[in-house]
């Protein structure tokens, strides 16, 4: 991925990291092993993290401590009820610009 897909990623990756953690509550890693499984392998774990703690700042997740089998407990992110709004408001606007981005594609390809 270019560094402009990465800058592209990064002005989703809220709304990704939120819909993974309203599915299932996660940790940081679990998450960003989906997002690989995914096809995003140029995700570092440092930027997932990054963003569970700002994420969290805002209210959007609860923080649950799960004893760990190989050392100090792990955090597990579960989505808060203004976070499904957050995600809710992203899916909003997501099929509002994918919409009209497919329409800007269409009509600028026609010629072609």
């Given at each position: 991925?270019?560094?402009?897909?990465?800058?592209?990623?990064?002005?989703v990756?809220?709304?990704m990291?939120?819909?993974?953690?309203?599915?299932?509550?996660s940790?940081?890693?679990d998450?960003?092993?989906?997002?690989?499984?995914q096809?995003f392998?140029?995700?570092?774990?440092?930027?997932?993290y990054?963003?569970?703690?700002?994420v969290?700042?805002?209210?959007?997740?609860?923080v649950?401590?799960?004893?760990?089998?190989?050392?100090?407990?792990?955090?597990?992110?579960?989505?808060?009820?203004l976070g499904?709004?957050?995600?809710?408001?992203?899916?909003r606007?997501w099929s509002?610009?994918?919409?009209?981005?497919?329409?800007l594609?269409?009509?600028?390809?026609?010629g072609?």
């Open positions: 991925m270019g560094k402009q897909d990465t800058e592209m990623l990064k002005g990756l809220e709304g990291v939120l819909a993974v953690v309203a599915s299932t509550p940790h940081g890693a998450i960003t092993a989906w997002l690989r499984d096809g392998s140029d995700i570092a774990e440092g930027t997932v990054a963003l569970l703690v700002r969290e700042q805002r209210g959007l997740v609860d649950e401590k799960v004893p760990s089998e190989k050392g100090p407990p792990r955090k597990v992110y579960s989505i808060t009820d499904r709004d957050r995600l809710t408001e992203f899916w606007t509002f610009l994918a919409e009209r981005l497919e329409q594609r269409t009509q600028t390809t026609q072609n």
